[in-house]
């Protein structure tokens, strides 16, 4: 008896930690009046700008070099990331993403846009007709440009999903780690997401006349670039957790 009585007095201590823990949060919260808050506001607001600004400059930039050169697939890449900018605000707003998300996703948009407009030198090794940064072997017959970007692009995704779905329990009370189930969770999302783009890329092939998008062996190396992106992501998630 004395032990079923103990057991579910330690259910109930579970079941009441969350409030007990969000109650303690309020009480450390600074208040939306206090200078504290009302600094951190200012300063987290001037570096939302500023990444909002390079992003803008460096995109009205590509719109005017896609005009020039005619390369309209990458008009229809800024309407693109247009959508995908107002995403990624409607998620900020609800869970407030760290500084260096915000700018390493104005980094990707960045390393997009120059990869298809970009010109590289005829010398640069390079596979396809296109001398642009995406066609650059950056290490020959291995490694490309645009797989390099998938990689980064894609394993930033996983980042963030796990920096969304952990803030998202600890409003509730729960510090989360990162399990073996929580990672493929993460890889999961963004090899989605990663497939997601192969699905516009697909689309800009069917309703523009020329694209450098590739063919079939191009899809299937972006996907697996994709998946060691977000299984580095992953691992450093993991790796980084331990440490701290």
């Known amino acids: 008896m004395v032990v079923r009585q103990s057991k579910l007095k330690s259910i109930d201590s579970l079941l009441l930690k969350p409030r007990n823990l969000m109650k303690h949060q309020d009480a450390l919260t600074p208040t939306t009046d206090s200078p504290q808050h009302q600094a951190r506001t200012a300063r987290w607001l001037r570096s939302e700008l500023a990444v909002l600004a390079v ?55 960045l390393l997009h846009m120059s990869g298809g407009l970009v010109q590289i030198p005829e010398s640069w090794p390079r596979h396809g007709d296109g001398n642009v940064l995406y066609n650059w072997w950056l290490w020959p017959g291995m490694l490309k440009f645009d797989q390099l970007v998938h990689a980064y692009g894609f394993g930033l995704v996983t980042w963030i999903t796990w920096v969304v779905i952990k803030a998202l329990f600890e409003e509730v009370g729960f510090r989360l780690k990162p399990t073996l189930g929580l990672m493929i969770l993460c890889v999961a999302v963004g090899m989605g997401m990663g497939a997601a783009n192969e699905v516009v890329e697909f689309a800009a092939t069917l309703t523009l006349p020329q694209t450098n998008v590739g063919g079939y062996e191009n899809t299937g190396w972006d996907l697996v670039s994709n998946l060691i992106g977000c299984l580095i992501a992953s691992a450093l998630i993991y790796r980084l957790d331990r440490k701290s």
């Open 55 to 109: 992003t803008a400059i460096y995109m009205l930039i590509a719109l005017v070099a896609a005009a020039v050169t005619g390369k309209l697939e990458f008009v229809f890449y800024l309407g693109v990331m247009l959508i995908l900018i107002a995403l990624v605000l409607l998620l900020h707003r609800r869970v407030h993403l760290p500084m260096p998300a915000l700018w390493a996703l104005s980094l990707w948009g």
